[in-house]
């Protein structure tokens, strides 16, 4: 496949940055080593960047992630989530975990389409790991998700202003799909908006700065779509998509949001997540060597 034989050439340089992440969150969270950092810090990070780490940690196959898992179980159980998209992305990140349970459907059932585009970007997510809402198909998800395309072939976050962040993970939820005639279209399309809005720097703009998590979510979309980072679509004079987002490379190992900035932890995460996709070739699909086959039912003795 494309994807195996186009990233081998980065894959030794972003494998290294990508452990220098997670080295530098263990460090700054005082956990004794990664493993730790899963028992003890990211239980109590629920909500904040617990599950960004995790749906990257269990591409890894090496982590035992059962006290994030037990944590989160509690905290919906105990907890009313009224936003739609922060339950999609619970419940992947539980499914991400290792662990099956209630929450997880019901959450597909109740979520769909409820917030805007980002509660169908998340709504494909879990339908991709079998968890389709009970009176919606997943044909129907992608069809709601291809109607709020941008008349530039892009999409938005809210209003009918390109943002690169939401055509990214549009398509990211969309690159299953892609063989289709009519997703096709539509992804080559917002491929094509998404060159245009490329910087000469190899990132991308987005609330009036060129930004690290942008970048990230190009990246993630690439990989899932398995496009090389030498796709002349994605070079701006001569630098690529991975190219703008090590400049926002600190020594500590994390990354800053702006270019030459102070460390930021959203634009750590999300460099680590984008690594990590550039490594696996995809990444919301939960089947990976390695990830923990458990049934939890905590939900139906609570």
């Known amino acids: ?46 909500g904040v960047d ?14 035992d992630l059962s006290a994030y898992a037990n944590a989160l179980v509690s905290y919906v159980n105990e907890n009313t989530i009224a936003n739609a998209v922060t339950r999609q992305k619970y419940a992947l990140a539980l499914l991400a975990s290792g662990y099956t349970s209630d929450f997880v459907q019901q959450t597909a059932d109740e979520c769909v389409g409820k917030l805007g585009i980002m509660s169908l970007v998340w709504a494909l997510h879990l339908a991709e790991n079998g968890y389709v809402p009970q009176n919606m198909t997943t044909a129907q998800i992608v069809d709601r998700l291809l109607a709020v395309e941008l008349d530039d072939g892009g999409f938005a976050i809210t209003g009918k202003t390109f943002n690169p962040d939401a055509t990214a993970m549009a398509l990211q939820a969309l690159a299953p799909y892609a063989e289709s005639e009519n997703v096709g279209a539509v992804v080559e399309r917002a491929l ?6 490329q910087t000469e720097n190899g990132g991308f703009i987005a609330y009036g700065e060129e930004n690290a998590e942008s970048s990230a979510q190009v990246l993630i979309m690439m990989a899932c779509l398995d496009i090389p980072l030498d796709d002349p679509r994605f070079v701006k004079s001569g630098n690529s998509v991975l190219d703008a987002l090590l400049l926002h490379r600190c020594e500590n190992g994390g990354f800053a949001h702006v270019a030459n900035g102070e460390v930021s932890e959203s634009a750590s995460v999300q460099a680590y ?23 939890y039912a905590a939900e139906k003795e609570a």
């Open 273 to 295: 997540l984008a690594l990590t996709a550039l490594e696996r070739g995809s990444f919301y699909r939960m089947d990976s060597d390695g990830l923990q086959e458990i049934v």
């Open 1 to 46: 496949v494309c994807f195996s034989v186009c990233f081998v050439s980065a894959s030794g340089e972003t494998s290294a940055i990508r452990e220098g992440i997670l080295s530098y969150a263990v460090r700054e969270s005082g956990a004794r080593d990664a493993q730790a950092f899963a028992d003890e810090i990211l239980p109590e990070r629920i």
């Open 192 to 197: 094509n908006a998404l060159s245009l809005h």
């Open 50 to 63: 617990a599950e960004w780490y995790i749906l990257a940690l269990s591409h890894e196959g090496e982590y």
